[in-house]
């Protein structure tokens, strides 16, 4: 009797530590490991003021590796850059100034608001926070809203400060009324004319995803 209980006592263990063994084979998740993998997903979540960095994804296109520069204060400019980056499927750089623009500084019916002393000097060039590196595109997009018929002057600062040889520039402004006028031409000169400088447009208020997709295909078919 001592012998066989004995011997089921063996039994029991052995099979005890079988369970023990197959559990371990299918171990409960780590709440930590979870929120581990948790925060890396968050991490990888695009922000907004992510969407206007370079990208890397381009189109087969002869514009080859683009990207979208531009200079916008109240935002009309930045929906027309976002939808060429779109349609073209390239990356964004925004102009920052130093100092940013307040709705005094572009009160243009005032003489003495910053824009307005800026626009009437030609030799003022308002500083750009921060830099960007354009020397392996191949197209470059810029984009400034019109200012007194002109191209604000912190455009003069980013063109001043960048070489293009090489490259084709395509300007592309905003305004309510004024046209691209002679904005772009002026740009090229103060860039030393390096690079080549294609005809630019204008684009007005409430400006759709077809209207640009249809500037952006003649375009293509000039150069």
Do not use: H
């Amino acid at each position: 009797m001592r012998m066989f209980k004995k011997v089921m006592t063996l039994a029991v263990s052995a099979a005890f530590m079988c369970g023990l063994a197959s559990c371990s084979k299918n171990p409960v998740a780590d709440p930590s490991a979870s929120s581990a993998s948790a925060q890396t997903e968050k991490s990888l979540v695009v922000t907004e003021k992510e969407t206007t960095e370079t990208s890397e994804t381009e189109k087969d296109s002869k514009f080859g590796k683009a990207l979208v520069v531009y200079f916008s204060c109240t935002g009309n400019t930045k929906d027309v850059a976002l939808k060429i980056a779109n349609e073209v499927g390239c990356g964004t750089y925004e102009i920052v100034p130093s100092k940013a623009y307040t709705t005094d500084d572009l009160n243009y019916n005032n003489k003495k608001s910053r824009a307005t002393r800026e626009q009437n000097d030609k030799n003022a060039r308002p500083e750009i926070e921060g830099t960007v590196d354009l020397s392996s595109y191949d197209t470059i997009f810029l984009g400034y809203p019109i200012w007194f018929a002109k191209a604000p002057r912190i455009l003069c600062t980013f063109v001043e400060g960048q070489n293009f040889e090489g490259k084709k520039i395509i300007p592309f402004c905003t305004s309510g009324s004024s046209i691209i006028g002679s904005s772009a031409t002026e740009l090229a000169e103060l860039a030393q004319n390096k690079g080549r400088w294609i005809s630019g447009t204008r684009f007005g208020a409430n400006v759709k995803s077809t209207d640009v997709a249809q500037w952006i295909a003649v375009v293509e078919g000039e150069i």
